[in-house]
């Protein structure tokens, strides 16, 4: 059995109405993450670093960053690097892993994945490795440093299996990927086939 308020009157009863409605309309929300500026700004990159990247088997990163270089997807800007940058990639051997072996390489011929790797491996200005720390990638995505108890540096709780530096610019590499999903992959080897766009 219902009791009527005293206070239920019409026009009350439309304003709750009205207020219970518009708050379930949908509103528009601000994306979790900040897109980068188009095109990406990328510090020059440290042919010292790269070589040293290479002999110890993680250069892979840096010819991707030099292909995307040439696109106009990013361009180079020498003051984006004056304060040092540091990347967080894998060994080439573990990229042998992530991209199928075949006649097309998404990594050499795909500028859309070639900006995303660089996009979301690249830290720019100066990273102190030896404290936990919160960092954004020049791609804008989120990078949680950490140090375990047994002295293990992490980034999003993935292991450091190698950090090395040649003066303000470090290499981290990690035990696996972050941000890029298999899909974003598969995509860039169709796109460097030009069967997509």
């Known amino acids: 059995m219902q009791v009527a308020s005293p206070l239920a009157t019409p026009l009350l009863t439309i304003s709750l109405l009205i207020a219970m409605s ?19 700004a990328l510090p020059p990159q440290d042919g010292n ?11 892979r990163f840096f010819s991707v960053w030099a292909k995307l270089a040439t696109t106009n997807l990013a361009e180079v800007k020498p003051e984006a690097g004056e304060a040092g940058w540091t990347v967080f990639t894998i060994s080439d051997e573990a990229w042998l892993d992530v991209v199928p072996q075949g006649p097309v390489d998404p990594l050499e011929l795909d500028p859309v994945l070639q900006r995303l790797v660089v996009a979301t491996q690249l830290v720019l200005g100066h990273l102190d490795l030896t404290v936990p720390s919160t960092t954004k990638t020049v791609g804008g995505r989120t990078l ?20 090395t530096g040649e003066g303000k610019n ?7 990927l972050l941000f890029i999903r298999p899909e974003d992959v598969e995509i860039g080897v169709e796109r460097a086939r030009g069967t997509s766009t």
């Open 144 to 163: 949680v440093l950490k140090i375990r108890p047994d002295g293990q540096l992490v980034a999003n709780d993935v292991p450091v299996k190698m950090v």
């Open 170 to 176: 470090q290499l981290c590499v990690l035990e696996k």
């Open 22 to 40: 518009s708050s379930s309309t949908a509103k528009a929300v601000a994306p979790r993450q900040p897109v980068a500026p188009w095109p990406l």
């Open 49 to 59: 670093l790269r070589a040293l990247a290479e002999a110890k088997g993680a250069g």
